[in-house]
């Protein structure tokens, strides 16, 4: 089967027995970095010298067949070069081509920078959403986070330290200046930091420079008051315009937070006797 293979994020210590264990006794390595992979090996005191394979953004397709094939005799494991693989790391394209040829794939878990970072965070964790890496270009950046200004879950972001400041000032430029974020850099490592702030006042203090693995996690967007009359005259707008009623009110409810139920009752009360 494929085996992904979490790995650690900066601290070896963080490596699972398992991951230990079935290093020792693998045959076949997939890795972004075959030279990464070697010093894990080493790092660990494992002295199996599996066959390495590279497996990274620019080859990802083409190798994933072959690396499927393999793993019908015998395991297959893939490594990221820190982390879980297939997050914003190479492996989607091999999962996805080893749940079609109906290999199997599992999983050894373990470090994760995302959720590394949103615990420490101090920002709410019961819901939240995993953007990746912000596009390099500004003006790309700037309609990506315009399309999450809304966006009510706490937000997770990798990026470069040499983009950290322009990508917080385009935050809060767009979400403003005072949404809160909290920059984490060098997690789990010696000189690990935590710095929390609004959007500004991070952006000001990355201005200066910074160095190592960083992850922003942003506060979502405050929940909007919602005036129930103006919802009312939102689903009756969409019934003028030739949608069910009921289907009117579930619409607005939905996007609105309000009951479904209740927009429903107050809409067919405020309808006209012509219009029912």
Not at 54 to 59: F, R, T
Not at 81 to 101: C, I, N, Q, W
Not at 138 to 147: C, K, V, Y
Request: charge should be negative; aromatic fraction near 4%.
């Amino acid at each position: 089967m494929i085996i992904l293979a979490a790995t650690p994020i900066g601290n070896l210590g963080d490596a699972s027995r398992r991951l230990v264990e079935v290093l020792d006794g693998a045959t076949v390595v997939a890795a972004e970095d075959t030279r990464v992979a070697q010093r894990l090996l080493a790092g660990l005191g494992i002295e199996n010298r599996p066959r390495l394979i590279a497996l990274h953004d620019h080859n990802e397709r083409d190798r994933a067949g072959e690396l499927v094939e393999l793993a019908r005799d015998q395991d297959v494991v893939l490594l990221s070069d820190a982390g879980t693989p297939t997050v914003s790391d190479p492996g989607f394209h091999l999962v996805e081509a080893a749940a079609a040829a109906g290999v199997g794939v599992t999983a050894l878990p373990g470090p994760s920078a995302v959720l590394t970072a949103l615990a420490v965070s101090g920002l709410p964790t019961d819901r939240f959403t995993f953007e990746g890496f912000l596009p390099r270009k500004q003006g790309e950046r700037t309609s990506a986070l315009r399309a999450l200004a809304a966006e009510p879950r706490t937000m997770v972001f990798f990026e470069s330290p040499n983009r950290l400041a322009a990508s917080l000032a385009d935050i809060a430029a767009v979400f403003g200046d005072d949404r809160r974020a909290v920059v984490c850099r060098e997690l789990t490592k010696l000189y690990e930091e935590v710095r929390r702030g609004t959007a500004a006042e991070l952006a000001e203090w990355a201005a200066d420079g910074v160095r190592g693995e960083i992850v922003i996690v942003v506060a979502g967007a405050p929940a909007r008051a919602v005036d129930p009359g103006a919802a009312v005259e939102q689903v009756l707008a969409l019934v003028a315009a030739g949608t069910r009623l009921k289907d009117a009110a579930a619409e607005v409810a939905e996007a609105t937070g309000l009951g479904k139920r209740d927009l429903y009752q107050a809409a067919l009360a405020k309808r006209s006797p012509q219009a029912e």
